[in-house]
């Protein structure tokens, strides 16, 4: 199966710098790799994906890149505002197993104003 | 378009009881997954239903279990409940046919307290 790790744990960062936080997955043939949002009482969220024949996509403040070979996708936030504060959750796959993902631990980003 | 629905919201349950929680999906997709959100273990799949069958399991004992009704609503049952099983149990649906887009739309989920 998947094993996913994502760093850092925990985040924080001033309002208006920017957040990366990576994704590592061992599955050389993941081809699906969204990042998801999760709200304090709310479920995950996706707010960015890309598919493996794209190296980044970009989404206003969000951004995903992708390095294939080395097994690892990245989640950009620019310019933060404290409504970023959340859970960040990567979960990588190959796409036809839509149903069943395998999440990395997430990341607690914290934004102060 | 309405979302993923999950009822109940909150329950309490004690040891040695059973539970059975119920997940409606957006209307036209086909596949229900279960997670299982834990502050010790994550985010951990439970199991995926596509048209009324089981697609996918995860590594969860035999007490848990589930199924689809012919309209994709699911419901899964947790039998002889433990202290471990409280969790925050997650539905997520998506259209389930391969070669679509993937993204999973969670509901807000069901909050169970084992006492």
């Known amino acids: 199966g998947e094993n996913v790790e994502q760093h850092p744990s925990t985040l924080s960062v001033q309002e208006g710098d920017s957040a990366v936080i990576k994704c590592t997955y061992s599955?050389?043939?993941?081809?699906?790799f969204p990042w998801y949002k999760q709200e304090l009482g709310k479920g995950p969220q996706l707010i960015i994906d890309?598919?493996?024949?794209?190296g980044e996509k970009k989404d206003q403040r969000i951004a995903v890149t992708l390095n294939k070979t080395a097994k690892h996708f990245s989640l950009h936030i620019t310019e933060t505002q404290p409504e970023d504060s959340a859970v960040y959750f990567c979960?990588?796959?190959?796409?036809?197993?839509?149903?069943?993902?395998?999440f990395g631990d997430g990341t607690t980003l914290t934004v102060k104003p | 378009k309405a979302g993923v629905t999950q009822t109940p919201r909150y329950l309490i349950k004690t040891r040695g009881q059973q539970v059975t929680l119920s997940c409606s999906p957006i209307?036209?997709?086909?596949?229900v997954s279960w997670y299982q959100q834990t502050p010790g273990q994550g985010l951990q799949f439970l199991f995926e239903?596509?048209?009324?069958?089981?697609?996918n399991k995860g590594n969860f004992p035999g007490r848990f279990s589930g199924r689809q009704f012919s309209n994709s609503r699911s419901e899964m049952n947790v039998s002889t409940l433990e202290l471990g099983d409280s969790a925050l149990y997650l539905c997520?649906?998506?259209?389930?046919?391969?070669?679509?887009?993937?993204?999973?739309?969670f509901g807000e989920g069901s909050r169970l307290t084992v006492l």
């Open positions: 209307s036209g997709h086909r596949s």
């Open positions: 997520a649906s998506s259209l389930g046919t391969s070669g679509n887009t993937g993204e999973l739309f």
């Open positions: 890309i598919r493996s024949n794209v």
């Open positions: 599955d050389s043939a993941s081809n699906y």
């Open positions: 979960a990588p796959r190959y796409n036809t197993n839509a149903g069943k993902s395998t």
């Open positions: 239903y596509f048209s009324e069958t089981q697609r």
